[in-house]
């Protein structure tokens, strides 16, 4: 068995990262790459960088981006072809209720479920109950304050069901002014 030091001396950094990105079943940081291969932070994400761009040219995979961990994934345009391969069909599908609640998470995280609610204008328990349960979104704290409320935001599975490589992907969008339109209120333009 080689040591990590021949391995090193054998193939290119970001060869050795792609490996361990391979293997790995949720999405790692940085630091946890640079302590297994005794690297410093900064070659590892030089490394990255160059794995990045070379599956953005010329691979149907991709480096997924959450919360400062990376994880290797097959790029979006994929997905049809390989649900066609392995005879799945995707069932779960959202409400538009649910749509609504995960864009004001995604756009505003983290973000409380009363936060949620005075953007929406509706009671939005269910909603939130259900994102969760979907892996959608999930906790990552409390608010300081009075009862510390919970603060949601969403997950690396939001950004595969999406086919996001991270939260930068997300489309850039305008608040509306504060006078609503003749045809009813809005939240967003386009």
Do not use: C
């Amino acid at each position: 068995m080689k040591d990590l030091n021949e391995i090193k001396s054998e193939r290119s950094l970001s060869a050795i990262i792609e490996a361990l990105l391979f293997i790995s079943t949720s999405p790692i940081s940085i630091t946890q790459i640079a302590k297994a291969l005794d690297e410093s932070e900064k070659n590892i994400q030089i490394a990255l960088e160059e794995l990045q761009q070379y599956y953005e040219e010329s691979r149907g995979l991709m480096l997924q981006w959450h919360n400062k961990r990376v994880q290797l994934t097959t790029a979006p345009y994929m997905g049809e072809l390989i649900e066609n391969f392995l005879g799945v069909e995707v069932t779960t599908t959202l409400s538009q209720a649910a749509l609504e609640a995960l864009a004001i998470v995604a756009y505003r995280q983290p973000i409380t479920r009363p936060e949620i609610e005075e953007v929406r204008g509706v009671n939005s328990d269910g909603v939130v109950r259900n994102l969760l349960s979907k892996g959608l979104i999930e906790e990552v704290g409390r608010r300081e304050g009075v009862g510390r409320p919970v603060l949601y935001a969403t997950t690396a599975d939001f950004l595969s069901y999406f086919g996001l490589a991270s939260l930068d992907d997300l489309p850039a969008f305008d608040v509306m002014p504060s006078e609503p339109p003749q045809n009813g209120p809005a939240i967003l333009k386009d």
